[in-house]
């Protein structure tokens, strides 16, 4: 077991003392970006299932909740539900449709999640989008590089990219999987990281109890908190998958429940491919999803009534020739779409991704995380997962595709802005002054509103075709390559009081002394 | 002059006997591609603007031909005006609302255009969406060759393209400008080509009335119709631009009212760039896009009542730092939107475009792209110029952008699928037939539908990594680049009566004979 590249030393290498928090007023010479804001999603959303629909979804899922049952892998949760009146036969438990639309009148429809800076507080929610980073992935690549096995350095890059962009607004899993920690230890180390280079919200992975307590414990110690500060409101959050079909791992159930009972965010996020691990019919895999998620939430709220849970969908379609997952694909649109749907039904926030299966950041990488962005757009969701740096169907994250998938993200928060139509907004006086013929530029109407008036990206290039060849011609991942190293280079870690990083270290040291978290190998 | 590439010359170089219409069923050994079908937008559009909003917006646009005016720079245009009620002052002509209001009364909202195939009639209006191909660009590239001037080769290349992809419904402009062929003959071997290659809708431009005259001739010979057939019913259309802001231009008027005479379809899109042609507010920018629009569709109808015209959206914003034309950008897709609820509040047929800025087929380009087209489908815009190939804001058309537009055309085409939630849709059956942990491969419900449960691309590559390196890593553009060539070397022609292309040869042969269109070089 290598625990040698501990927290100290990721201290040496990677922290400058006085780090300021420059980059929350959008400034900083890489890019001029957008400031940090939380971005409203005014529109209708896009509903391709009638109220019949809705209807017929619903009770599917409740049909399989009453007559097939979920199969919870923790005797602990199976002991709950049973006392609250489902029929449990061993691992399988089958609820009533009572019961769950009982349980999901406590589950609060918009909540906040503060972090240890409180100006990155983030609401989750209603007409409330956000946004987080690529998480999980084993792998990472830049063009320099190539394609490589993640590594604490690795991971510390991508969390520096992830607090320095406005438009990532809580920290996910981990940006790639640091395989040079070992599992008995990396927890410690890639939350002492994160909790040091960024001030956004942050995760813990549902992977044993050590992990989870040791996080929840770190994130109480790095915002200052007593325990019972840290247990009133949500600090930090969760994700749990289920396996599907219909079944529920015990550690995910274990790390939901004592985020439950703290208080803290679990979403719950079935895992279901049509065709593989749900129905061939999207609208039977957004059934199925529905019934694995509710049946957690309805867990959760038995634990802890009114303690913060949302729905997650990872529906999406494979490659019926290999049984490859597809992602951004018309039919991941419409089950986002469906899931919407179904969660404002049910009243739960939404949490969806921005994903592709490309394998490198090319055009189709592009348009496929487009499709899945405007997917979760058009679906009112709540939380972008994977929102930054997702290739390959979430095996890879890419520094490049990290900037790029950035630059769209800014361009849907400004998209966001308010529309009006305000006397200035028609502009009838400056159309007469301007008059037939004449142009606008000079005007005062103009004068007084260009600098604002429009989006302005950092990493498209709207040269005319002979001075950007005269540039050198460089595509879009060359220009996404340059930008990463500057932010890398130049990034500060966000200020931190120092008795807490000591604390924090302290923590992580008597931890990393006990043996972390216990593995089988 | 040069004439030599003439009919006889094109037909020779280009045409095989017996070609076979193949491409119509989807089928072909490039790629296997989806049927030819008019696709349905049933989702409900965002829409930016309330409803006040939208009364603003129509306010300031009745203000503006009230009190302004627009200046129509056709004598036979504003005469015609004039003895309607307008206020005529030279070339500024004023117009009431009464008059806008009463004349839109006899706009068809919605319409066909059969061309010489009825196989390929199109439906513009209501809730049909069709697509064209890129129109007009001076220049054109492919990975081989790189940048080049438009020649009649590449117009007929991309010509090809238009025909081979079912999901292009419509033959827009000269995909490419052939420079290499004569303005004043241009027009009569373009039209030929076009109508040999293609058996779909084709457009005219206006730019003179021998030109205009002479495509409708064409048109209709190619449709073996009667005089009093081709005005019968709409066979073709023109597109017309005002010289924003407030003009119509000459020949631009004049080609609309040739058409409109013989009930073809005028679209009148006004290029209004905020910030440079329009006001930099994005609702000011419409506002006059809406006017300028709506004065030639009142014109139109005065001169004949009840010919089908649309309008056509091109308002984008401009960078303010070099007045570069950018889209695909936020305010590009609210722009759309509101036109969208001013098409439907006018009960006008609404064209937008796929556009970009982007100087190669990158990842930029598809997020411009794509951007556009989600703003096209969540406007629910009727027809989409430019659909396939345009890069650098029109100015290059790209035979790999071509093959990646189409890629995504199919995407949205499968997305407006409709969504349906029967019995065997919501699967519980299948649920409870698999039941927990097990695998939906197998069972009876995926395997009568995996065929075609699924949209299944012919340009992405969904391997994994490591396969897809194994293959030589190779990237959208590349695979594009095999696909158009592929195509191209199989493309057979529609087939066409011997007696209609001698008819179309000799007319073209007489009209050259003439000189074809007067020209001032």
């Given at each position: 077991m290598n625990t040698s590249a501990g927290a100290k030393g990721a201290r040496k290498r990677g922290r400058r003392s006085g780090?300021?928090?420059?980059?929350i007023r959008g400034k900083g010479s890489a890019i001029t970006q957008l400031p940090w804001s939380l971005p409203v999603n005014r529109d209708r959303p896009t509903e391709p299932l009638t109220e019949e629909g809705v209807q017929a979804v619903h009770d599917g899922a409740m049909r399989i909740l009453e007559e097939i049952g979920i199969e919870f892998l923790n005797p602990e949760a199976a002991d709950i539900l049973g006392k609250a009146g489902c029929i449990v036969n061993g691992e399988n438990v089958r609820m009533g449709r009572d019961l769950v639309l009982e349980q999901l009148k406590?589950?609060?429809t918009s909540f906040t999640i503060t972090p240890r800076?409180?100006?990155?507080r983030i609401e989750i929610g209603g007409d409330r989008m956000v946004f987080g980073n690529v998480s999980s992935p084993p792998n990472c690549s830049d063009l320099?590089?190539?394609?490589r096995t993640g590594t604490r350095e690795s991971y510390r890059d991508l969390i520096k990219l992830t607090q320095y962009?406005?438009?990532?607004h809580f920290a996910g899993?981990?940006?790639?999987?640091?395989?040079?920690?070992?599992p008995s230890i990396r927890h410690l180390d890639c939350l002492y990281d994160k909790l040091i280079l960024t001030d956004k919200v942050v995760h813990a992975y549902s992977l044993g109890k050590e992990r989870v307590e040791d996080v929840m414990e770190m994130v109480r110690i790095a915002g200052g908190l007593t325990h019972e500060e840290f247990d009133a409101s949500p600090r930090m959050y969760t994700n749990i998958n289920s396996t599907s079909p219909l079944k529920h791992d015990y550690p995910m159930l274990d790390g939901a429940m004592r985020l439950a009972r703290r208080g803290q965010l679990t979403v719950v996020t079935p895992f279901t491919l049509a065709g593989?691990?749900?129905?061939?019919?999207m609208p039977g895999a957004v059934t199925q999803s529905m019934a694995e998620g509710l049946a957690a939430i309805v867990l959760l709220q038995l634990v802890n009534p009114g303690c913060p849970t949302a729905i997650g969908t990872f529906t999406s379609n494979v490659?019926?020739?290999?049984g490859a997952p597809a992602f951004g694909t018309p039919e991941y649109m419409r089950a986002t779409q469906m899931s919407g749907q179904m969660a404002r039904f049910y009243g739960l926030p939404l949490r969806a991704s921005n994903a592709c299966s490309a394998n490198c950041p090319d055009s189709q990488s592009a348009w496929e995380s487009v499709f899945s962005l405007w997917a979760a757009v058009s679906s009112r969701v709540n939380m972008v997962y994977h929102?930054?740096?997702?290739?390959e169907g979430g095996l890879c994250a890419s520094y490049e595709k990290f900037v790029m998938d950035c630059e769209t993200l800014q361009q849907v928060i400004s998209y966001m802005n308010p529309v009006t139509a305000t006397e200035a907004d028609i502009a009838f006086d400056a159309v007469k002054e301007v008059g037939?013929?004449?142009?606008?530029?000079?005007?005062a109407h103009t004068q007084e509103r260009y600098e604002t008036a429009f989006y302005s990206p950092f990493l498209s290039d709207w040269s005319n075709f002979e001075s950007w060849e005269e540039k050198g011609a460089v595509q879009t991942p060359e220009r996404a390559n340059k930008i990463w190293k500057q932010i890398i280079a130049e990034f500060q870690d966000p200020p931190i009081d120092p008795a807490i990083d000591e604390e924090l270290q302290t923590f992580v040291a008597k931890r990393k002394e006990e043996g972390g978290a216990p593995t089988d190998f």
């Open positions: 780090g300021r928090s420059g980059n406590s589950v609060p800076n409180p100006e990155r320099d590089r190539g394609r962009f406005n438009c990532i899993g981990y940006p790639v999987e640091p395989m040079d920690l070992h593989a691990m749900a129905p061939v019919t490659d019926m020739k290999t929102a930054a740096g997702w290739l037939p013929g004449g142009h606008f530029f000079g005007c």
